[in-house]
């Protein structure tokens, strides 16, 4: 759950690392963002920094009154850098950089997601207190590092392209703050026609991130969300005349009835100029 209740906990770290807040995990964290940020607070150890990556006006006390009575110096990554993606391919992205308002260079990223924008910004100043603590790390290694993190660290999910022809991404967002980058970088792709494949668990806020996407109406087309069944797991398909070919299970094609992975309809009828986004 990243706060309070997380097993990392256990342990004493360097360093303390807490990311933008939003609306999760609801039903144990809270129902409102001053409670949520009070529980992933909760990673915040005695006299061990803490870097915030986005100052939001509802969580910023909740987390300095923390960070004041465990004598831990706190930042907010959003007060010091600033990045804005450049150039975005379909497996990475050029950031360039500010710091406190300066030019600060460029770094290459292969996470192309442009949530990445803030992450960048909180690995960035993440960093500069490890400088201060006495850590080794070259720039070139941080180069290196932010250049391959898929491949370091097996990280998927993350606007991944599974297939391109037609174009297929995969995107874990599961929540309002998440679909709403995913909607943002929908508006900048091109294709003619928009397929969504969405599925959530029970435990999601999904009447909120069902609410956005059909105000988001312009980028989603023709909308269907089917309720929570009995496993938890909801499964929305945004389909227009056609069938779609997606890599996954139990997705039936709206033609033939059978899985999408076994489907040869599916897959001849998903034209090129088709987007698909899971």
Request: with cysteine; aromatic share 6%.
């Given at each position: ?274 987007f698909a986004i899971v």
């Amino acid at each position: 759950l990243g706060g309070r209740l997380d097993s990392t906990n256990v342990i004493t770290p360097e360093l303390s690392v807490i990311t933008n807040i939003s609306y999760d995990h609801m039903a144990l964290l809270g129902d409102t963002l001053e409670k949520i940020a009070g529980e992933k607070a909760g990673i915040i150890k005695e006299k061990i920094p803490a870097v915030i990556g986005e100052r939001q006006e509802e969580c910023e006390d909740v987390f300095r009154d923390v960070a004041a009575k465990r004598s831990a110096p706190i930042v907010f990554a959003s007060d010091v850098y600033s990045a804005n993606a450049k150039t975005i391919f379909y497996d990475k992205q050029v950031f360039g950089l500010l710091k406190n308002n300066l030019p600060a260079g460029e770094l290459i990223c292969d996470l192309p997601g442009k949530y990445q924008e803030k992450n960048i910004c909180t690995v960035l100043q993440s960093l500069d207190l490890m400088h201060s603590k006495g850590w080794s790390l070259p720039q070139d290694t941080v180069e290196s590092g932010l250049s391959s993190v898929r491949k370091l660290t097996g990280l998927q999910g993350r606007w991944q392209t599974l297939q391109t022809d037609p174009q297929v991404i995969c995107d874990v967002g599961h929540n309002q703050a998440g679909i709403s980058f995913v909607v943002e970088q929908l508006r900048a792709a091109k294709y003619e026609k928009l397929h969504i494949v969405l599925g959530m668990v029970r435990d999601k806020d999904v009447s909120s991130v069902e609410r956005f996407m059909n105000a988001s109406a312009e980028i989603t087309g023709r909308t269907v969300f089917d309720k929570p069944g009995s496993n938890g797991i909801i499964a929305t398909l945004v389909v227009a005349d056609q069938a779609i070919f997606i890599k996954t299970n139990n997705i039936l094609c709206s033609r033939c009835n059978k899985e999408t992975r076994n489907c040869s309809t599916g897959r001849s009828n998903s034209a090129h100029s088709n987007f698909a986004i899971v």
